[in-house]
Structure formats: C-alpha cells, structure tokens
C-alpha cells in the first residue's frame, strides 16, 4: 500500500536577525497559516512566537526545523513567496 505524502511548503531563513540576544529565523508556509501553526507547534515553537504571518524562532531551533522538513531559503525569497502565495501581512504604517 503506497501512503501519499504532501510536499512541506514551509520556509525557514538563516538565523540572522538579533534581538534578546539571542538570534532568530522567520518560519513561513507558502500555502496555510494552519500548516504553519501545526509544523511550529509540532516543533515547540510557544504561541506567542507567532507574529502577523511568521513566527520568530530561535536559533537553536534552525536545525530542528530543517530536519523536520523546512525548506531553507534566503531572506529575500522567504518575503517573495510569502507575498506571492497571498499570505503576506505587512506591519500597519501609524504615524506618530
């Protein structure tokens, strides 16, 4: 019995963006916000990591991801085919 496996569409940038001390990856999917609970409660990443369209994960949990089946990208190419999958949400522009 053949058992069908769905390709992962979840992208994962290098640990590059500091803060807290500690540096950070953005964890996207490009085809569901649902797939991307899932896969970052599947991989401990708390609730409130989650931020608008990404969440924020540490580095110590990079390569964790990657075994886990995220695909690693650029930066660049994390914001393009989060945008061109439509799941993009930008930050609010409030003048101060």
Do not use: N, Q
Not at 15 to 36: I, K, N
Not at 51 to 61: E, K, S
Request: with cysteine; net charge positive.
């Amino acid at each position: 019995m053949c058992t069908r496996i769905e390709p992962v569409a979840l992208l994962i940038d290098p640990p590059a963006w500091p803060g807290r001390g500690r540096l950070w990856s953005h964890l996207v999917s490009d085809v569901s916000h649902a797939e991307l609970h899932e896969f970052a409660r599947e991989l401990g990443a708390p609730e409130r990591a989650f931020d608008r369209d990404h969440y924020d994960v540490p580095a110590d949990l990079y390569a964790r991801a990657l075994e886990r089946g995220a695909e690693p990208v650029s930066s660049r190419e994390l914001v393009v085919r989060l945008t061109r999958a439509g799941l993009r949400r930008r930050k609010r522009y409030s003048p101060r």
